[in-house]
């Protein structure tokens, strides 16, 4: 029995905490915000008559039909921008391919909502761009409306699907593109009828990462949608303007968003199940041979995705250290922008760099054991601890911070309005990253090293901490800083959850959009820009000497 207990403690313990912490803190408020859209104003009655006045206002369907559209758009746009991408870097023998890769992977991390604002400063009925194309005689309105917030989906989210596709590109066995060669099929139809399909689950997993991600945003379409319902931000509105105890209509719009996500992940699965795709590797494909001419398009292919996409965080950078008279800009070299936001204090700043810190510590000690216990103890359970665990990326964050309110504004633990509930929030939203480093890591190391550990009488938790956790520290640290960087530019629940004393530098931007300071939200994008690649820059040149370190 005793034997049993020191193998098994360690999982079993991992198991619950995990059980209790998801449940507490993601499943719960979940169930509170379809409760709260089956119950009436007064919250005591049950009632469909939320979902029958959503569901029948033209206003709200609207809505609907914009979030699903422009999220339906932008994975298509980010497949057909990010598959040639993979394409060239994979296959075509051009330079810079890690320089093109690292750049390429730096929008996921760079606040989307940013690249928005960067937009509007330049492509905005008052930008620079906009003034200097009218000043030519060629007719441009503005970015405004839907296909500025896709054109943003499509530049910020393309590595969505671009970076997978590149691995199932190198992964496809080579014989399988030589057997239809030798049929006498052409390199393009090889290419249409073989490879493509060969990589659509790759193709589909990042297109559905798009889907729910442009689905679940609050900053992009805040900035560019003017008047257009959107359903997201609508659910936010609804809840900061219910004058009763029971958010029900916002309720209904987040169960709305769980559902529109659900459909998508069912869908991606459906899809999947009907076709095989192994193709029993053994030789992964290599370079074509290319002409001079070809290799030259596919590297001004990738360095001009690569350099489009960026230009909007330069562009708000060069922007925020010029002169602004209200919303207008005027030009001339000044720090008046980093003046105002910092006049009255630093305190966003510091609360940024404080609830960053304490959601990456606490998402990875809770989502590494999480990954660990997923690969090395496989069952039912674990899996279905492993879905449950990455669920949250599927959620908006409005939709998570308005079931954290519901469900933590009153009672023995009400900690609404404070820091712990922000933090807790971060963690939830952000567990994914740290769930998935850590289990793809893991599937890289011997377990036959923790079993020698384990059969020389070191307990599982003490192996795992001086064995396992060690050797996975290059995907420990990886999961860490992507989630110190993400929620240093999340918006979505902060917004909801935030009180005066814990304002984040995101939510400074926000209020300086609201109002006329457009300069003060310029100074506060660069500083969200600072604070996202300075820490991803000084741990990838660490693991990097760790890396070589070790050879």
Known sequence: MRAFIARQGFPLTVGIVAVLFLGLFFLRPLVNVLGASLLDASGKHLTLANYVSVLTSPFFLGGLVNSLSIAAASALCAVLVGVPFAYCLARLPIGGKPVLLALAALPL????????????LLFGRSGVVTHML????????????????????????????????????????????????NLGAAPGRVLRTVTLPLILP?????????????????????????????????AYKLFVGETTDNPASAGVLGVLLIVCTTIALLAQRMALARRGFSTGTRRSAPALTASAAQRRGGAIY?????????????????????QFRGPVLHGGFSLDNFTELFRHSYRPLAN?????????????????????????????????????????FAVAGTVLGIGLVVTYSSGAFAITGTALIMVLAYIVRKLPFSVRSASAILHQIDPSLEEASINLGVPPAATFLRITVPLMLGGIVGGLVLTFVTVASELSATIVLYSGPWMTMTVAMFQALEGTGAGVAAAAATVLIVCTVIPVALVYRVLRRHELSML
């Open 109 to 120: 991390v760079l606040p989307s909502f940013v690249s928005a604002y960067a937009l509007v």
């Open 134 to 181: 009218q000043s030519l005689g060629i007719p441009f309105k503005s970015l405004y409306g839907a296909q500025g917030i896709i054109a943003v989906y499509t530049l910020t989210l393309y590595p969505y699907v671009a970076l997978p596709a590149i691995a199932a590109f190198r992964s496809i066995d080579r014989s399988v593109e030589e057997a239809a060669q």
């Open 202 to 234: 790759s193709i589909l997993a990042g297109a559905l990462l798009v889907f729910i991600e442009a689905l679940e945003n609050f900053g992009v379409p805040f900035v560019l949608a003017e008047d257009r319902p959107i359903l997201s931000v609508e």
């Open 302 to 322: 990738c360095w001009t995705l690569v350099g489009t996409a960026l230009i909007p965080f330069a562009a708000v950078v060069v922007i925020s250290f010029l």
């Open 352 to 392: 940024t760099l404080m609830l960053s810190t304490l959601a990456a510590c606490g998402a990875t000690l809770i989502g590494v054991p999480i990954g660990y216990l997923v690969v090395r103890r496989r069952s039912r359970l674990s899996g279905l601890l492993d879905i449950v665990a990455t669920s949250p």
